[in-house]
Structure formats: structure tokens, C-alpha cells
């Protein structure tokens, strides 16, 4: 069964860019589309991007021009780069197959402030 490990949340600035991983065990890792998700408080949880097997990538329109994921098969990992990041990417941030096929980790927390 596949586990996942979010990590590479923290504080910045508006504008500033951070960088989200995923580390996954398991030997399937390759045959999920996966995603990342946030979740700011007193909201729901939502898809923030998504990447398929191949490599297709799809954003929610808030993050489009701003963020990026990617994954390498090879060392089960996907990360999410996040650039001009705003006070409204305040949450907690997650990643999971796409659609969801296991237990939410623990997640990233990450705070957009001045």
C-alpha cells in the first residue's frame, strides 16, 4: 500500500516562492495519477493541481501561471513549486492520488504573510 509524506511547508512573505515534496513508498507510486491539495481554515478541502502517469498536469484557475508539479516515477516523488505566492495560499497543503484513494496525511502547513 502506498504512503505519502508531505513536506516543505513554512512562512513567507507575498511573492515569495516555496517549494512542496511528496515521498511516497510502496512500489505503485507510477501507476496513480496524483494531486495536491490545500485546505485553508473554515474551507474545504481542494485540488490544487493535478498530474497524471504520463506527465499532464492541470491547475485550478487560482494557481495557474503561478505554481507547478511535477513527479519523478523513478524515486516515487512530486513535488509542487509555488511561486508569487499570495495570502490566499495560506492552508495546509496535501497530496493524495487523484481522485483521493487514501488516508489524508498529516500535510504541510503553509502561511503566505507580511
Known amino acids: 500500500q502506498v504512503q505519502l509524506v508531505e513536506s516543505g511547508g513554512g512562512l513567507v512573505q507575498p511573492g515569495g516562492s516555496l517549494r512542496l515534496s511528496c515521498a511516497a513508498s510502496g512500489n505503485s507510486f507510477n501507476i496513480f495519477g496524483m494531486g495536491w491539495y490545500r485546505q485553508a481554515p473554515g474551507k474545504q478541502r481542494e485540488l490544487v493541481a493535478s498530474i497524471g502517469r504520463g506527465g499532464n498536469t492541470n491547475y485550478a484557475d487560482s494557481v495557474k501561471g503561478r505554481f507547478t508539479i511535477s513527479r519523478d516515477n523513478a524515486k516515487n516523488t512530486m513535488n509542487l513549486q509555488m511561486n508569487s505566492l499570495k495570502p490566499e495560499d495560506t492552508a495546509v497543503y496535501y497530496c493524495?492520488?487523484?481522485?483521493?484513494?487514501?488516508?489524508w496525511g498529516q500535510g504541510t502547513q503553509v502561511t503566505v504573510s507580511s
Open positions: 493524495n492520488m487523484q481522485p483521493p484513494l487514501i488516508r
